[in-house]
């Protein structure tokens, strides 16, 4: 088997971060890392990172991702390049095709890598279990590929400056079942969450709905934004604009306070890029402490209080 295959990510033109990553998390791995990238003209992205031994241009009649498409040209990648490891990010995108060719091809899979390694020729890889509070290496026998879904900003992005030989690499692409047609703009919410400079982040800790109001006054009291975790959302607690996290918000804000927050992966991808992060859970084993500068195991109705008393 041939090393490691990855496919570059773009969207409105511009290739996402994710590919670059890619790039650092490949070189972890044993062997030539080549790069495919799916476009009407693939030739517009300049994907020659340092690290990457070769481009595939793969040429599709639509310029914005739909999923039919890379699943064909992956598929047909895979046969051609016989890789070792095909990398993917942990994005919408990729979570869609991903796990299907892997299911398709019976490759070995995994979600969410944050690590990479080679021993004695078997890739091993590094996942979380268990909000993160597990790290668990998997060991992916040699003799089958593996296909790898790699979380965003896991790896440094590779430099630019790489001195790889490109080719055009046609595939035969069945009709698309979904057709990309055009994006739209999601409704402003009430609030921007992303620009805030200070941001008080409630969680499930609060308990129940009723307790909202009381924190969005702490939050104007204390000059901050409200922002919620996902469960807040889901129960219908606060609109989606408010949410932080992998399928909400990312926020880097000077001073983050997350009060009854545990801290799962999910959560930390929106947030953990803070300026300064303060946490208050009853539990000292949260996740969140784990990325938190200062952290205070106390109930957060206490913490509310002493706050409300100082302002
Ligand atoms: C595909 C996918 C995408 C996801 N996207 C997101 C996302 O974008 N954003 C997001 O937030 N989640 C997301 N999640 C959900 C995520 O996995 C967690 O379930 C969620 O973040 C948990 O929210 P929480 O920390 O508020 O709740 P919990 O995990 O229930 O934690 C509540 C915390 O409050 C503490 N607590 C309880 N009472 C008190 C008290 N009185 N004082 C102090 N502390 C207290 C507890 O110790 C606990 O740590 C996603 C999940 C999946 C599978």
Redesign the pocket.
């Known amino acids: 088997m041939n090393g490691t295959l990855i496919v570059a990510e773009h969207l409105l033109g511009e290739l996402r971060d994710i590919t670059r990553e890619l790039v650092t998390a490949a070189r972890e791995l044993a062997g030539p890392v080549a790069m495919a990238v799916i476009d009407r003209d693939a030739s517009r992205f300049d994907v020659n990172f340092r690290g990457v031994d070769e481009v595939f241009r793969v040429p599709a009649d639509q310029e914005e991702f739909e999923n039919d498409v890379y699943q064909a040209a992956l598929e047909a990648l895979i046969a051609e390049r016989q890789p070792q490891a095909v990398l993917l990010g942990f994005t919408v995108n990729s979570m869609g095709y991903g796990p299907a060719v892997a299911a398709k091809l019976g490759l070995g899979f995994a979600s969410d890598v944050h690590g990479l390694a080679s021993e004695d020729g078997a890739v091993v890889a590094t996942r979380s279990f268990y ?1 993160g509070k597990v790290h668990a290496e998997l060991e992916f026998s040699t003799g089958r590929p593996v296909l790898l879904l790699v979380r965003p900003a896991a790896f440094a992005p590779a430099e630019p400056g790489g001195s790889a030989a490109s080719k055009d690499f046609s595939v035969e692409i069945p009709a698309s079942r979904a057709r990309h047609l055009a994006f739209e703009e999601v409704a402003a919410g009430d609030v921007d969450i992303t620009t805030a400079d200070f941001v008080l982040s ?6 129940q709905r009723e307790e909202i109001p009381r924190f969005e006054q702490l939050a104007d009291k204390l000059g901050a934004i409200l922002a ?5 959302v889901d129960a219908g607690w606060m609109p989606s604009a408010r ?6 918000k990312t926020v880097s804000p000077r001073v983050y306070l997350a ?9 930390l ?2 947030m953990k890029t803070s300026g300064t992060i303060i946490a ?4 000292p084993e ?1 996740a ?1 402490f784990n990325v938190a500068h200062y952290g205070a195991v ?4 206490d ?1 509310a209080e002493e706050l409300e008393k100082l302002l």
Do not use: Y
């Open positions: 909000g409630i969680g499930r800790g609060i308990g919620v975790s996902r469960p807040l949410q932080v996290g992998q399928s909400g009060l009854g927050i545990s801290g799962a992966v999910q959560h991808a929106g208050v859970n009853t539990d949260a969140i106390a109930d957060l109705f913490v």
